[in-house]
């Protein structure tokens, strides 16, 4: 009986060795090496131009763009507003627009669980239609749940991008909602097999937030389009609008919400002009700050030294940005700042905080100028320092530009995006493998335990029958 049972056993070691080499064959072969393949991926936004709320819209149109060239399938399912079409083909990209339920929502968390159950419903006809994608990029937690919803009806990775944090831009939790909102964000990284984010300090802050292993977390930079100031000179009709020709703009490009800084900004003007009468601070766009803007602004009595422009258009962002001097952009909380990326291609110097992806970004009298985040003085004597010294100024804009082409540039963001994706894909795979083995590990056991017990009771019958 020990030699038939030894026998046995030594049979399904060989099988189940057997058995592992020829999956892990498979999944290098199909699946790790998708390099050479076309790859379809759906990307999940709130937010997809021209409806452009921060900056997300622009992070997953240029992405996407980039991924057609580079062969790939995208597909973009997007909160559908005004006039725009509920399918358009962008340059290859196939964007579809949802509309939220008839009913008016109790809240905002509540439009965000009615605009997912609708992005989940036109994911399921697309895949009805075309058959299921190869992997789900998820921006941001506003559409957690249709990302969640897909990845468990039809085995589909996740791969996610964290662009901010509700504790980051909230200097903390403080409410339910933002609780709610915070542990949604945890949710969507749990259920992510990888997740990108676009900074070192953003990668510290997952950690820190949500215990998410190191090597699941993904530095990716966000890029920009370096050809966007290409044909755009400065205009100098367009720049008297805002100020006058003797007149040194000082440019701030962005929503107008306290993290932004914007308030520290207006409060470093005195001081600006006791060293510099001839400028002028241009507030570009739009946020529920704006009256308090405007009332800190007349209570320094600085009216007709700050001029707000209200929400700009692409093509006026970009004469805007030729016609500053300086481009200052103040955060009290930043994950990255790409109008720092626009600024610095532009031509202008730029003026950041020291924090966020803005310290990453900028090297201190070399590309660009810091200064202490949420210090009026520090800022004011950054800004200073270009209006000041012209040689300065250029000499920063032209390493500037150069870094930006260099390092921020959507060809290199959009290979290292793909090669998470694969990542994604081939741990999904290896998890399916794994539970393949495991199950057939089982099924083997029990054969092999039923075979044993079988055995047993004929080599015990025989032997009863023996001395019967």
Known sequence: MYIYEKFIRNIFTINEFLYKISLEKITKENYCGRKHLCMKILMLTWEYPPRIVGGIARV??????????????????????????????DKGVNVYRVDNYMINPNNFIDWVMQMNFNMLAKANEIIAKEGPFDVIHAHDWLVAYAA???????????????????????????D???RYINDTE?????????????????????????????????????????NMFSAVERDYEFRRRYALDNEKIILFMGRLVYEKGVQNLISAMPKILQGYNDAKLVIAGKGGMLDELRAQVASLGIENKVYFTGYMQAKEVCKMY????????????????????????????????DIGGLNEIVEHGVDGMKSYAGNPNSLADSILALLHNPELAQNVVKKAKTKVKNEFNWTKIAQDTHFIYQKAICQTMAERQKNQIAQEKAKKTK?????????TNLLSFRKRQAYA
Request: hydrophobic share 35%; proline share 5%; with cysteine.
């Open 176 to 178: 339910e909602t933002q």
């Open 148 to 174: 969640k919803s897909l990845k468990n009806a039809y085995d589909i990775p996740i791969v996610s991008t964290i662009h901010a944090t509700e504790a980051g831009r909230n200097s903390g939790i403080h």
């Open 322 to 353: 030729k016609c500053a001097d300086v481009s200052v952009f103040p955060s009290t909380y930043e994950p990255f700042g790409i109008v720092a990326l626009e600024a610095m291609l532009s031509g202008t110097p730029v003026v950041v905080s």
């Open 447 to 455: 054969r092999a335990r039923n075979t044993e017990t079988e055995i």
């Open 186 to 226: 945890w949710m969507l990284t749990y259920e992510s097999t990888e997740v990108i984010v676009n900074s070192n300090y953003m990668k510290r802050e997952l950690q820190s937030l949500f215990g998410l292993p190191f090597e699941k977390i993904n530095v990716v930079p966000n890029g920009i389009n370096i």
């Open 60 to 89: 997953v149109n240029d992405l996407s763009k980039r991924l057609i060239k580079d062969g790939h399938k995208v597909t973009v399912i997007t909160y559908h507003e005004g006039n725009t079409p509920y399918f358009e083909d």
